[in-house]
Nanobody, 125 residues
Framework: QVQLVESGGGLVQAGGSLRLSCANS????????MGWFRQAPGKEREFVAA????????NYADSVKGRFTIARDNARKTVYLQMNSLKPEDTAVYYC??????????????????WGQGTQVTVSS
């Protein structure tokens, strides 16, 4: 069983920054890929970023490339999402997810096995 707990969300002005964290209880955290997704009101949950088990490979949604950075610390069993140059359209609940399968940074929700409870990010204009 894997438990994921996100933190770091909040209210920020457009152009500002936030760093999300996702603490992981899995015993083999260093062997599986991690991802971040987000869901805005009335919209589908969408892919944001993902990182491989080693941290050597990453994927990003086009909408966040160049602004967001995903990273992981396997010793701390934590994955991070650094969000810079935030825009009002980034407002959403952000979820981290664990893929216990391939270890590679997948972009589909179906590839992920465990999900956190989400953290709200609100960007004001």
């Amino acid at each position: 069983q894997v438990q994921l707990v996100e933190s770091g969300g909040g209210l920020v002005q457009a152009g500002g920054s936030l760093r999300l964290s996702c603490a992981n209880s899995g015993r083999t955290f260093s062997t599986y890929a991690m991802g971040w997704f987000r869901q805005a009101p009335g919209k589908e949950r969408e892919f944001v970023a993902a990182i491989s088990w080693s941290g050597g490979r990453t994927n990003y949604a086009d909408s966040v490339k160049g602004r967001f950075t995903i990273a992981r610390d396997n010793a701390r069993k934590t994955v991070y999402l650094q969000m810079n140059s935030l825009k009002p359209e980034d407002t959403a609940v952000y979820y981290c997810a664990a893929d216990l399968g391939s270890g590679q940074p997948g972009v589909s929700r179906d590839e992920y096995d465990y999900w956190g409870q989400g953290t709200q990010v609100t960007v004001s204009s």
